[in-house]
């Protein structure tokens, strides 16, 4: 016989991002290729909102998620056109020890998002973090047009090899940039087998305070 008990989150602390900072490093902890995934929602003209999975990059210096893209992007233009985005991760099987011994499903949410870019003079210290794969596809993949895929593999392989006989960094392109998102709530919610999930809710107040609740699911 099935059963039914709520999930419950405790001893949670004060500041949201202090929460997420520590789901986070539980989910690396279990992660196979130590990649997190977020998927980003922006208002599109055409199609109202579009969402994408992207790779989260890490915090800001003032705790703010870091998004990354080029400026020639649709996703770009959307967010330059509307600052207002949501910004989801999914973090399966996280065992927490502060919340428990089970691995359990987790979601954090940021609603009423505003992207802010990032100025110049903060763009190299995320370019030199990029993996070659990502400074290759910067520098030559047009995000979203159509392409031929042969010739865009040996674009890819005369571009790799004079980048590999060239012995030199590759440089920044002007297009490359970034954007940090300031919520005005973070959600938290947390679930296991045959639970009904349990939320923790952060609102940020006029103050510029959190103060957290539980929220029904």
């Known amino acids: 016989m099935s059963q039914s008990t709520v999930a419950r989150i405790i001893n949670y602390p004060d500041e949201p991002v202090t929460l997420f900072k520590q789901l986070i490093e539980a ?23 579009l969402n ?21 992007t ?28 089970e691995p359990v499903v987790w979601q954090v949410r940021l609603i009423g998002a505003t992207a802010e870019e990032l100025p110049e003079s903060q763009l190299d210290e995320w370019w030199n ?3 070659l794969t990502s400074q290759i ?29 060239s012995k030199r960094p590759l440089q920044r392109p002007t297009t490359y940039t970034a954007f940090k998102f300031r919520a005005q709530r973070w959600d938290f919610l947390k679930v ?9 809710q952060y609102r940020r107040q006029n103050s510029g305070e959190w103060k957290s609740m539980h929220v029904a699911t």
Do not use: W
């Open 52 to 72: 994408r999975t992207v790779i989260y990059r890490g915090l800001s210096d003032d705790n703010c998620i870091i998004y990354i893209t080029q400026r020639y």
């Open 137 to 165: 596809r910067n520098h030559i993949f047009p995000c979203g047009q159509p392409v031929n895929y042969e010739e865009l593999v040996e674009k890819h392989d005369r571009f790799l090899h004079d980048h590999l006989e």
């Open 129 to 131: 973090k990029e993996l």
């Open 74 to 101: 649709r996703n770009f233009k959307n967010i330059q056109a509307n600052a207002k985005c949501g910004i989801t991760f999914i973090l399966p099987n996280v065992v927490l020890p502060s919340q428990g011994q």
């Open 192 to 200: 296991g087998s045959e639970q009904i999930a349990d939320r923790v």
């Open 27 to 49: 989910f690396n902890k279990q992660s196979t290729d130590g990649v997190t995934y977020m998927n980003l929602a922006t208002i599109d003209d055409e199609f109202g909102v």
